[in-house]
């Protein structure tokens, strides 16, 4: 069930950046993994509403872009990202300090599976870090940790009213007393109006 979150009265507003190509090929190009250029360089976390977590990442060193969505019925974001200035493995550590891994199909206020925790690798070399990331952050919670690590899937990204939403409303009650918190916990910035 969601709260303030889902609540927006903004209209989405449906613009294809592609228009001249065909419709499979953007298919293709929105919900499989494997069509990224270089796969690896892609990384996909649910960590409950993908407005907090697209918050966080959208902060990160490296980070190129990131797209709210859903994979397997949870709210995830797609990470693309330079490797030159980042890595697979600095990314989970971002990601098992921005939420509480311990959590059971919720996150704070935010209750359901699609709020769950979770990892979606696309190849063996992201599934053997995952694993080996989340044994060592277990060591930091006394509950055991509930992310799943699972092959990732098919990603649909959100409609656009969803994308890069905690930028656009920054006066959005739901980042002011969920996200801005999290931010500053995180040291990172307070999102600006327009930035």
Not at 34 to 57: I, K, L, M, P, R
Not at 129 to 139: H, L, R, V
Request: net charge positive; hydrophobic share 35%; charged share 20%.
């Amino acid at each position: 069930m969601r709260k303030v979150c889902g609540s927006s009265s903004v209209k989405c507003k449906s613009k294809s950046f592609f228009p001249f190509l065909p419709l499979t090929l953007l298919l293709g190009m929105a919900f499989c993994p494997q069509a990224q250029s270089d796969q690896a360089n892609v990384a996909y976390f649910a960590g409950g509403c993908f407005w907090c977590t697209e918050a966080v990442f959208q902060q990160a060193p490296g980070v190129t872009s990131v797209v709210s969505g859903y994979m397997q019925g949870a709210e995830t974001i797609q990470i693309t990202f330079d490797p030159s200035k980042t890595s697979y493995d600095k990314l989970l550590n971002l990601f098992w300090r921005a939420h509480d891994p311990t959590e059971v199909d919720s996150q704070g206020p935010d209750t359901g599976k699609q709020y769950r925790s979770a990892i979606f690798y696309v190849d063996e070399q992201q599934h053997a870090a995952a694993e080996k990331s989340k044994a060592q952050a277990q060591k930091l919670f006394s509950k055991p940790i509930a992310t799943e690590i699972t092959r990732g899937g098919s990603f649909r990204p959100a409609p656009e009213h969803h994308q890069d939403f905690c930028r656009k409303n920054p006066n959005n009650p739901y980042v002011r007393q969920i996200i801005e918190p999290k931010l500053k916990k995180l040291g990172l910035k307070k999102p600006q109006a327009g930035g």
